[in-house]
């Protein structure tokens, strides 16, 4: 890998290892504080909401600015979220001030992939990413869980900090100077080679997007690739808090305990996230798609266990599955994107598209909390969802290769070129 992948991977991974984190600890401060169930599920739907909302823009922004600055930018806001959460604001926008730093962050951290290595790299680059993400999902959560505990919040309680009265706040605290020591790595990542493009005003960027939003839907490998992306991470961001949930329906966990079992699907999807970065080629990307039919099938059989034991080897199962799955169409998704429409614009079309699928998937699960659906309905409806939508996907990506078999040939003959 050339000179400044491994500083853009140190600072994702503390990045990511301080949003993780705080997650569990903003769920905590929810509870603690007596908040109804339906504002701990909202904690997922605000953190997308700005890469909703400003998605037509922070893909400008990536491609007009060098990505190490707009990477420290968007920490610098976690930062500011973090202390406004820390200080009397309510959680839920707080956390929705962090989400704004994660949408900023998120087309620069993968835009500066395809700018930095070549094609052939690009598979191996998002098995390392994806892996070291999903480990800072890991720690963060065990993390998170550690910091609200009755082992480490005692002590960081007797520091006396001013404001800080309950272990939440000890935590949140805490995770204020790992977004520092991201924003420090992000001063070191090299600026690369890549011409920036200058920013339009609004309503141009609105109507850029919308083009390359269509323009990626109708690319014949794009829009599966996005379709399979958008799918698994729209379900996956919300598995992580019901995942909170069903463990202390299912097993009795408090938000301590019930934060190990995230990280063992986090361990899960990082295992397949590695094995995809050695076995896949970009060519092979769309093989993948009958393990998302499996993973929704499996989601579903999570509603009868009932021991630990069991969920924790099944929770691995579950998560390798979907890091095999996404890691290869990740790659496919960018290098379709980048030849399309550039870097920046392209994640933040892939980020729309996905945080609209958690927002919207979001909203559904908050709405049907409110009306008294168990963690266990959640599960069989989002498993179904995922088994469905996937047998959907493989049948669209098959009906291309049969009515556009000479167009999708020449695309994957482009893919295995760049790749040699």
Not at 314 to 343: D, I
Request: proline share 4%; glycine share 10%.
């Amino acid at each position: 890998m050339k000179r400044g992948f491994h500083t853009i991977m140190s600072a994702q991974f503390f990045s990511s290892l301080a949003d993780n984190a705080l997650f569990v600890a903003a769920v905590e401060l929810l509870r603690s504080g007596g908040a109804p169930e339906w504002q701990r599920a909202a904690l997922v739907p605000m953190f997308a909401l700005f890469y909703v909302v400003l998605a037509p823009f922070v893909g400008a922004f990536a491609d007009a600015v060098p990505k190490g600055r707009v990477m420290f930018v968007s920490n610098t806001i976690k930062v500011v979220g973090c202390l406004a959460m820390l200080f009397g604001t309510h959680p839920l926008a707080a956390y929705a001030i962090v989400g704004l730093g994660a949408a900023a962050y998120s087309p620069a951290k993968y835009g500066i992939l395809t700018e930095l290595l070549p094609p052939s790299q690009l598979v191996q680059a998002n098995g390392w990413i994806e892996g070291l993400t999903i480990a800072s999902i890991i720690l963060g959560v065990v993390l998170g869980g550690q910091l609200i505990g009755p082992v480490i919040a005692p002590h960081l309680l007797g520091l006396g900090l001013p404001g800080v009265t309950e272990p939440a706040q000890a935590a949140i605290a805490t995770l204020v100077l790992l977004y520092v020591i991201a924003a420090v790595f992000n001063l070191f990542i090299p600026r690369t080679e890549a011409r920036l493009l200058p920013m339009a005003g609004p309503l141009a960027l609105l109507r850029d997007f919308v083009a390359c939003n269509a323009r990626l839907w109708s690319d014949k490998l794009g829009q599966i690739s996005l379709a399979t992306t958008t799918l698994f991470w729209g379900v996956s961001g919300n598995l992580r808090y019901i995942v909170l949930a069903w463990a202390a329906a299912a097993l009795g966990y408090g938000t301590t305990e019930a934060s190990t079992l995230v990280g063992v699907v986090a361990i899960g999807t990082a295992v397949g996230a590695v094995a995809a970065s050695l076995r896949m080629r970009l060519e092979d990307a769309t093989r993948t798609l009958p393990l998302g039919i499996g993973m929704g099938l499996l989601m579903i059989v999570l509603i009868f266990i009932r021991d630990a034991w069991l969920a924790a080897p099944f929770l691995l199962v579950l998560g390798a599955l979907g890091g095999f799955l996404v890691v290869p169409m990740n790659a496919l998704l960018q290098h379709r994107g980048h030849n399309l429409m550039g870097a920046g614009r392209s994640i933040a079309v892939q980020n729309f598209n996905e945080q609209a699928c958690i927002l919207g998937l979001g909203a559904a699960y908050t709405g049907m909390t409110t009306l008294g659906l168990s963690a266990f309905g959640a599960i069989t409806i989002f498993g179904l969802a995922v088994a469905g939508t996937m047998a959907l996907i493989r049948r669209w990506h098959q009906r291309n290769s049969v009515l556009h078999r000479e167009e999708l040939e020449r695309l994957l003959q482009i893919a295995r070129s760049d790749c040699h």
